[in-house]
């Protein structure tokens, strides 16, 4: 976090990375006494064809207009994706941001009449990741995609969001990547500015997964979640880009269990049964109960994850 706040997001990235990628998978021989996970500087240098000396420079931030066949080379050596090398390209010499005024999120009428009259679960997402509107379904499927709360603190801070999901810890690291992703060079936007800081204090995930310094496009896919009141379901998620929001819609395979089990979902979120049970399943046993205390979903409560 440091080197970024100082400017330098491209000597931190270089480094990152190299900590990643082991002697054994860029070809070279692990040797004794190493004390680095991954790469050392003058191997990276090695690797890409430029003085070890030239290479400081870039990670410590004293050259910061290097060519894009220096940075392919990196991007090879570090064995980059398309998508992380395209991010690497980005971090070189950014072009000078126009400052302007920015507007304030807002949830076009026509997505409004739609998510009325979607029969599956879809909500509104801004930028930082902020629910901006949600239908019912989506309100009855998680309590935390009611409109105002954040994705990314329930997501890593609120235990039962975590235990909502099979793959968390998978997909916790596809979310920071796609945070990522998505602050590009904007890093001083005072709500990214804020979110990270507030993930940083409070959850020891956050903060492994965001020093790998991952890039991700947001995209859609498919994840198995659990609810307490109707079991498993396995979902696809896609994300709709409309003007400067996403619409995120989640459906499952036609006439399938979870397709039964959403239907299901929505008599009883007519009935206003769902969201009772998410708000009242026991802690012990998963199930849906009528008595006893509310949970931090519907009080709104954060907290740390137990990393």
Request: aromatic letters at 6%; glycine letters at 8%; one cysteine or more.
């Amino acid at each position: 976090m440091k080197d970024e706040d100082s400017g330098n997001r491209l000597g931190s990235y270089l480094r990152a990375r190299r900590a990643l990628v082991t002697p054994e998978r860029a070809g070279l021989p692990p040797g004794g006494n190493r004390r680095v996970p991954g790469l050392r500087r003058e191997e990276v240098a090695l690797l890409a064809g430029i003085s070890p000396d030239y290479y400081l420079r870039l990670e410590r931030g004293r050259d910061r207009n290097p060519s894009p066949q220096v940075l392919t080379s990196l991007a090879r050596v570090l064995q980059l994706d398309d998508v992380e090398q395209t991010y690497l390209l980005g971090l070189a010499a950014p072009r000078p941001r126009a400052r302007r005024r920015r507007r304030a999120e807002h949830v076009p009428a026509r997505v409004r009449q739609l998510l009325a009259h979607l029969q599956v679960p879809a909500f509104v997402e801004g930028r930082t990741f902020d629910v901006l509107d949600s239908n019912p379904m989506a309100v009855a499927l998680s309590p935390r995609l009611r409109a105002g709360q954040n994705r990314l603190l329930s997501f890593f801070l609120d235990p039962e969001e975590q235990a909502f999901h099979q793959d968390w810890a998978e997909a916790a690291a596809g979310f920071v990547a796609a945070l990522r992703t998505t602050i590009g060079d904007d890093t001083d936007n005072p709500r990214f500015v804020e979110l990270v800081g507030e993930l940083a204090l409070n959850s020891q995930r956050f903060r492994t997964l965001w020093a790998r310094h991952d890039v991700r496009d947001l995209t859609g896919g498919t994840t198995t979640v659990h609810h307490p009141v109707v079991g498993e379901l396995r979902l696809h998620r896609d994300k709709l880009p409309i003007d400067d929001v996403l619409l995120v819609v989640y459906y499952p395979d036609k006439d399938s269990d979870s397709d039964e089990k959403l239907h299901l979902l929505a008599a009883l979120s007519s009935t206003g049964t769902a969201s009772e049970g998410s708000c009242n399943v026991a802690k012990s046993g998963g199930s849906a109960s009528t008595s006893g205390g509310s949970s931090s979903c519907c009080q709104g409560t954060k907290r740390p994850d137990s990393e």
